[in-house]
């Protein structure tokens, strides 16, 4: 069962690291991603990991501020998030790919690409 953990209330500027574990994370290779969405709005994706951990992809809006990482074999899948800003908060679903979005092509960021989810956690941004 897939569970995030590392959410919370955080002022703009502030870090935070959320995590994501998941049995299957030790048993074999997977296109992993970390999907937000925003109160009213749709899921999009943040960024993601290809299953051999050599391709990461991000939405435009946080590259260069948060960053996936992913070690084979072992769990959790990390998202390191840098420099929050207003427009982040949402709630950050990880989810895992039965293909391999990430790692072929520039569906990375469809929700639908995605077939096992956790329930999410919360992110706030509030000065």
């Known amino acids: 069962q897939v569970a995030e953990t590392g959410g919370g209330v955080v002022q703009p500027g502030d870090s935070l690291r959320m995590s994501c574990t998941d049995s299957r994370f030790k048993e074999a290779f997977y296109d992993v991603a970390w999907v937000r969405q925003a109160p009213g709005g749709g899921r999009e994706g943040g960024a993601c990991s290809g299953h051999h951990a050599q391709t990461q992809s991000y939405l435009d809006s946080v590259k260069g501020r948060f960053t996936i990482s992913k070690d084979n074999g072992k769990e959790p899948v990390y998202l390191q998030m840098e420099s929050l800003k207003p427009e982040d908060p949402a709630t950050y679903f990880c989810?895992?790919?039965?293909?391999?979005?990430?790692?072929?092509?520039?569906?990375?960021?469809?929700?639908?690409?995605?077939?096992?989810w956790g329930r999410g956690v919360q992110v706030t941004v509030s000065s």
């Open positions: 989810a895992i790919s039965v293909g391999t979005p990430c790692s072929s092509g520039p569906q990375w960021d469809d929700a639908q690409e995605y077939a096992i």
